[in-house]
């Protein structure tokens, strides 16, 4: 069935550091790429998303590219600040439902 | 502002007591979901709605009893609950089940099971 895999965190880094988080992808066909966001106390919400290969999605600053030769949708942003210290999900559908990966939690510091 | 809210946002409860989550949709949607998210575990889907009737069941134990009067609002009955239960609960919801479009996240029961 379809999954992914997300680095491990944590994941810290100073203001203005450039974040990468890796995720890549098992699926049958092409389907739609997520990153979703959990701020601290807060629900899970969409960031970014693309429906088909070499699509970007970008949202906040944040972009993912849809790459099937590499199966992956890294996340990146070129310059954090300290209000994107959250965890981060990579999820695409299959099976009916989403499925998520184990998250990854980025901490900026000042 | 979410279009999913959750209440209430933090219960405490032992293990005998018996206590409910509701989580209300507030965007016409069709589906709802109930996650268990545990520290340090990825999300695990507990159940799905569809419409109003259960669709998926993930082997979930019986002291976990869901219910879905209407296709806007969610209960999680709780009763029986062991401390390994303690989690923040989510409530999703999307426009139809198995949907490939976006779920959209209440922020959650923070539950502690003493």
């Known amino acids: 069935g379809n999954s992914v895999t997300q680095m491990e965190g944590p994941v810290t880094l100073s203001e203005e550091a450039f974040l990468t988080i890796n995720c890549t992808y098992t699926?049958?066909?092409?389907?739609?790429l997520f990153w979703y966001v959990q701020y601290p106390g807060e629900g899970l919400q969409l960031l970014l998303k693309a429906t088909k290969a070499d699509d970007k999605g970008s949202n906040k600053g944040f972009e993912a590219t849809y790459r099937k030769e590499t199966t992956s949708f890294h996340l990146e942003k070129g310059s954090v600040q300290v209000s994107d210290s959250a965890v981060y999900f990579c999820?695409?559908?299959?099976?009916?439902?989403?499925?998520f990966g184990a998250g990854t939690q980025v901490v900026v510091t000042p | 502002e979410t279009g999913v809210t959750q209440t209430p946002r933090h219960l405490v409860m032992g293990m005998t007591n018996k206590k409910s989550l509701k989580c209300e949709q507030h965007?016409?949607?069709?589906?709802m979901y109930w996650y268990k998210q545990s520290a340090k575990k990825p999300l695990e889907l507990m159940f799905v709605?569809?419409?109003?009737?259960?669709?998926e069941n993930n082997s979930v134990p019986s002291r976990f009893s869901p219910e879905c009067p209407n296709s806007s609002h969610l209960f999680l009955h709780l009763h029986t609950l062991q401390p390994e239960d303690s989690a923040l609960y989510l409530c999703?919801?999307?426009?139809?089940?198995?949907?490939?479009?976006?779920?959209?996240f209440g922020p959650g029961t923070r539950l502690t099971v003493l």
């Open positions: 999703a919801s999307s426009q139809v089940s198995g949907s490939v479009d976006e779920q959209f």
């Open positions: 699926a049958t066909g092409y389907p739609s």
């Open positions: 709605y569809s419409l109003e009737e259960r669709v």
């Open positions: 965007l016409g949607h069709n589906a």
């Open positions: 999820a695409l559908p299959g099976g009916g439902k989403f499925q």
